[in-house]
């Protein structure tokens, strides 16, 4: 099951695990749109291409939450 990191690595912008918007790699480092467009969908920790990030439902958010743990640092 994905992490469904909660903002994006780069910018620290918030990705709510049940809206489309979020990009990841097969390491599932998370990015927004404007920052995986900036980074030509490459992601820039492992080389990965980056992809769009599926949605979880608001019914299995409730059973399977998403993570907590942000990965911007300010």
């Keep these: 099951m994905l992490d469904m990191r909660p903002d994006c690595e780069r910018c ?9 918007g979020a990009f990841i790699c097969s390491f599932e480092c998370t990015y927004c749109a ?4 900036a980074v030509d969908e490459t992601c820039p920790n492992c080389g990965g291409e980056l992809l769009d990030r599926p949605v979880r439902s608001r019914e299995m958010l409730v059973k399977h939450p998403a993570g907590t743990q942000r990965r911007f640092e300010r």
Excluded: K, Q, R, S
């Design 12 to 20: 620290g912008t918030d990705l709510p695990a049940d809206a489309p």
């Design 34 to 37: 404007a920052c995986a467009d």
